[in-house]
């Protein structure tokens, strides 16, 4: 069943002023930079009302507004509780932001932590399994864009798709991340208001009494809290959601970038701030059997209950909630992914001595290519997005243990943290194709983890924290440092 509320035509018009909108204030901030530390890092002094807005906008994406609804429908109740466990993500990383900042006050990337930390060997492990997540989650995003569309309006999905990249590139190609995290203050204020209004519509219309008699007759199995893989759903994602945001330099971007004794404070906030939003986005799916609603595709339930619920008028409604929630996290990924490349794999292998000045252009150069590429990948559209998010689960469970260690003890060498990625990946995706995509992340990290504390007892290193903060301009990349 199909559900098409919204014409073509608003729906193009929608699109096209948000992103005009978008791409001006993208310009309009984007005047201020003056430097490469504007441009990639804000002038590293965000305060704490956009620092807290950012993480929590950032983390509010079409996993949460698409993918925690198909979950709730696949998974029942652990689905969406197990979900809104990726709030672990922020609050545990709060910590970490601090030590981050403290470390390493003139970083860049994750990827400097790991070139000074660990050496060559795990630095490159790291970066292919950061870069294999970055496009994944970029995948997604310009998937949901194209599924948001043609659930909503009818419009076709490689059409919403190639609109929302081309929207997001500009204003970030324009703006850096100041124009990103001024764009996530007001997306985060549109996305809390319109996710609570769909939640309070659903009880209110459809009831919650009506909800489990239906769910009961049709699906008992979802509200069975003994579903197994449910239960394995559930710890595997408390993981992936640790894995994603400790590994990824979409938050150490932000470590860097917030001002001195705010990072702590803000991904605290933004994490408690989230916990509830997939409980209420997830608990619409379950009114689908209720409202007569079998979707396709079972990432196609939320907007398509949505829109049940409100109407034509109440779909461009949720339209601007998910396209809100789809640039939030478009523009991070592509601002925090462009500088992994550009100070990473440019200036630390291929350009040691290139200057600011070009440097900065290679970063807009690599911000274009990646829209193009991430439009590339997109057009077969060959996964459902839960499918395709759990898949890179396995890669960045691996990261956990090696960043934590590495922050927090000196002994773990470079040789050991770089196994524990390349063998935590290598049986998480063996166990996602032979178990599945719920046990992924589980199995990466649990082998990361004994990997890690086989490293540090047969080989004790004793790391100088000080080398951490050894962030050289125009000096080629020291090769290790074991």
């Given at each position: 069943?199909?559900?098409?509320?919204?014409?073509?035509?608003?729906?193009?018009?929608?699109?096209?002023?948000?992103?005009a909108?978008?791409?001006?204030?993208?310009?309009?901030?984007?005047?201020?930079?003056?430097?490469?530390?504007?441009?990639?890092?804000?002038?590293?002094?965000?305060g704490?009302?956009?620092?807290?807005?950012?993480?929590?906008?950032?983390?509010?994406?079409s996993?949460?507004?698409?993918?925690?609804?198909?979950?709730?429908?696949?998974?029942?109740?652990?689905?969406?509780?197990?979900?809104?466990?990726?709030?672990?993500?922020?609050?545990?990383?709060?910590?970490?932001?601090?030590?981050?900042?403290?470390?390493?006050?003139?970083?860049?990337?994750?990827?400097?932590?790991?070139?000074?930390?660990?050496?060559?060997?795990?630095?490159?492990?790291?970066l292919?399994?950061?870069?294999?997540?970055?496009?994944?989650?970029?995948?997604s995003?310009g998937?949901?864009?194209?599924?948001?569309l043609?659930?909503?309006?009818?419009?076709?999905?490689?059409?919403?798709?190639?609109?929302?990249?081309?929207?997001?590139?500009?204003?970030?190609?324009?703006?850096?991340?100041?124009?990103?995290?001024?764009?996530?203050f007001?997306?985060?204020i549109?996305?809390?208001?319109?996710?609570?209004?769909?939640?309070?519509?659903?009880?209110?219309?459809?009831?919650?009494?009506t909800?489990?008699?239906?769910?009961?007759?049709e699906?008992?199995?979802?509200?069975?809290?003994?579903?197994?893989?449910?239960?394995?759903?559930?710890?595997?994602?408390?993981?992936?959601?640790?894995?994603?945001?400790?590994?990824?330099?979409?938050?150490?971007?932000?470590?860097?970038?917030?001002?001195?004794?705010?990072?702590k404070?803000?991904?605290?906030?933004?994490?408690?701030?989230?916990?509830p939003?997939?409980?209420?986005?997830?608990?619409?799916?379950?009114s689908?059997s209720?409202?007569?609603?079998?979707?396709?595709?079972?990432?196609?339930?939320?907007?398509m209950?949505?829109?049940?619920?409100?109407?034509?008028?109440?779909?461009?409604?949720?339209?601007?909630?998910?396209?809100?929630?789809?640039?939030?996290?478009?523009?991070?990924?592509?601002?925090?992914?462009?500088?992994?490349?550009?100070?990473?794999?440019?200036?630390?292998?291929?350009?040691?001595?290139?200057?600011?000045?070009?440097?900065?252009?290679?970063?807009?150069?690599?911000?274009?290519?990646?829209?193009?590429?991430?439009?590339?990948?997109?057009?077969?559209?060959?996964?459902?997005?839960?499918e395709?998010?759990?898949?890179?689960?396995?890669?960045?469970?691996?990261?956990?243990?090696?960043?934590?260690?590495?922050?927090?003890?000196?002994?773990l060498?470079?040789?050991?943290?770089?196994?524990?990625?390349?063998?935590?990946?290598?049986?998480?995706?063996?166990?996602?194709?032979?178990?599945?995509?719920y046990?992924?992340?589980?199995?990466?990290?649990?082998?990361?983890l004994?990997?890690?504390?086989f490293?540090?007892?047969?080989?004790?290193i004793n790391?100088?924290?000080?080398?951490?903060n050894?962030?050289?301009?125009?000096?080629?990349?020291?090769?290790?440092?074991?």
């Open positions: 069943m199909d559900i098409v509320t919204i014409p073509v035509s608003w729906a193009l018009t929608i699109l096209l002023l948000f992103g909108l978008w791409v001006m204030f993208g310009w309009w901030l984007g005047r201020k930079n003056r430097s490469l530390d504007d441009f990639m890092l804000a002038g590293r002094n965000v704490f009302a956009f620092a807290s807005a950012t993480a929590m906008a950032t983390w509010i994406t996993n949460t507004t698409l993918v925690a609804p198909q979950l709730t429908y696949q998974f029942g109740i652990w689905g969406m509780v197990g979900y809104s466990m990726a709030a672990l993500g922020l609050i545990l990383f709060a910590p970490l932001a601090a030590r981050i900042k403290k470390l390493m006050p003139q970083g860049y990337t994750c990827g400097d932590f790991f070139r000074l930390r660990y050496g060559k060997f795990a630095w490159i492990t790291f292919i399994v950061s870069l294999f997540y970055a496009f994944g989650w970029l995948v995003l998937m949901a864009g194209g599924i948001l043609s659930s909503l309006s009818g419009l076709d999905y490689h059409i919403g798709m190639t609109v929302i990249i081309v929207v997001c590139v500009l204003y970030t190609l324009l703006g850096g991340l100041r124009a990103v995290i001024a764009t996530d007001v997306q985060t549109i996305i809390l208001f319109g996710v609570l209004a769909i939640g309070f519509i659903c009880i209110r219309d459809v009831g919650l009494e909800i489990y008699t239906s769910v009961s007759e699906s008992p199995q979802l509200l069975n809290l003994l579903f197994p893989a449910a239960i394995m759903f559930l710890f595997n994602n408390i993981f992936f959601g640790i894995g994603e945001i400790f590994h990824s330099n979409v938050w150490w971007s932000r470590a860097f970038a917030f001002k001195e004794s705010i990072g404070r803000a991904f605290l906030l933004s994490g408690i701030l989230w916990f939003i997939p409980i209420v986005t997830g608990f619409v799916a379950l689908a209720s409202l007569g609603i079998y979707p396709p595709s079972a990432d196609m339930v939320g907007p209950i949505a829109a049940k619920l409100l109407g034509s008028i109440g779909a461009v409604f949720v339209f601007i909630i998910v396209f809100s929630a789809l640039a939030s996290s478009l523009d991070s990924l592509l601002a925090a992914t462009s500088d992994l490349i550009t100070k990473d794999i440019y200036k630390g292998l291929i350009n040691p001595k290139v200057d600011e000045k070009d440097l900065l252009k290679v970063s807009k150069y690599i911000i274009i290519s990646l829209g193009v590429f991430t439009w590339l990948l997109c057009l077969p559209k060959l996964a459902t997005l839960g395709l998010l759990n898949f890179t689960g396995a890669f960045v469970a691996s990261t956990i243990w090696p960043i934590v260690f590495g922050l927090y003890y000196k002994r060498s470079g040789i050991a943290a770089g196994l524990a990625m390349f063998l935590g990946t290598t049986f998480g995706l063996i166990a996602y194709f032979t178990i599945g995509f046990v992924a992340a589980l199995v990466s990290c649990l082998f990361s004994l990997i890690c504390l490293g540090m007892y047969f080989k004790n790391f100088e924290w000080s080398r951490l050894d962030i050289p301009s125009n000096k080629r990349v020291p090769n290790h440092v074991d």
